[in-house]
């Protein structure tokens, strides 16, 4: 961010709020990964969001000085919860910098929060059964006591720099589902962008939404059934881009190239009739 100030040559325009919460809104819109200190990945999503904490403590008040000013904030420093891995943490959208701040809270009611952990464990068993491995990360949070409502996102980010091309596949997922109960309602949307820019530059996106709930039914496990709905959800709409793909081929990009050279003749690829 800094290198685009200096290319304008005002880097004060980086303190502008609009400027600001673009950059933040931008990280919780692509569920960025973010790599703690330890190593530790997490998902910077808007679900996740917590009030800031004072970063910066005033001076200590001089004799004969008077009225110290307030304690102040980093405006580039903004507080998320990572609830599938329990962690508080703070990212500055200009630096990159992450930090720890303390482990998470944990819901208040005890049933609630063994379901959302036992949703966190479904999620990550098909997240490693599905995605390519070390690309995707899922998070769970939970509202409700009795009546829940569980969003469920995951954030697949497969990069290769070296053959110039990125993608992203991002899915959210809102489930209502009351303990205890034999069945549940999923409502969702994925986000699907991919970008190739050797000698070029092409991008390619996709929003698929699922706006008429999708009803299920638990069958033994109330998480595992949840998980496996998202699963078939997902899936049928991989088969359907694979189809797509296929008609784009088959009937779209071939009426694109030249039928014939320029002189109008079939090009002549004998040996004797290149000699």
């Not at 491995?133 to 998070?139: A, K, N, P, Q, S």
């Not at 998980?227 to 049928?236: D, R």
């Amino acid at each position: 961010i800094d290198d685009i100030g200096t290319i304008v040559g005002n880097k004060d325009f980086l303190q502008q709020p609009e400027i600001i919460q673009a950059l933040r809104e931008y990280q919780e819109r692509h569920l960025n990964h973010q790599t703690l200190p330890d190593g530790t990945k997490v998902v910077v999503t808007e679900k996740g969001r917590r009030e800031t904490e004072v970063t910066k403590e005033p001076e200590p008040e001089a004799e004969g000085e008077g009225e110290q000013p307030p304690a102040e904030t980093d405006p580039f420093e903004f507080t998320y919860v990572d609830e599938a891995r329990n962690i508080k943490f703070t990212l500055n959208v200009n630096s990159g910098e992450v930090k720890v701040v303390n482990d998470a809270e944990k819901h208040h009611d005890e049933a609630v929060q063994g379901f959302k952990e036992q949703l966190v464990e479904s999620l990550d068993k098909y997240i490693a059964g599905h995605y390519k491995e070390l690309t995707t990360l899922g998070t769970v949070s939970v509202e409700g006591t009795d009546q829940i409502t569980a969003h469920i996102e995951i954030s697949c980010h497969n990069l290769n720099h070296k053959n110039f091309w990125g993608g992203e596949w991002l899915s959210r997922w809102t489930v209502t589902h009351t303990l205890g109960s034999s069945d549940f309602e999923i409502t969702g949307r994925i986000n699907i962008h991919n970008h190739y820019f050797e000698q070029g530059n092409i991008q390619f996106e996709l929003n698929k939404s699922f706006d008429s709930p999708t009803a299920g039914t638990v069958s033994g496990d109330a998480a595992e059934s949840i998980i496996a709905a998202i699963n078939k959800l997902e899936e049928n709409y991989q088969v359907s881009l694979e189809e797509m793909y296929e008609e784009i081929s088959d009937n779209h990009m071939k009426n694109l190239r030249r039928k014939l050279p320029f002189t109008g003749k079939n090009f002549e690829w004998g040996v004797s009739k290149l000699m």
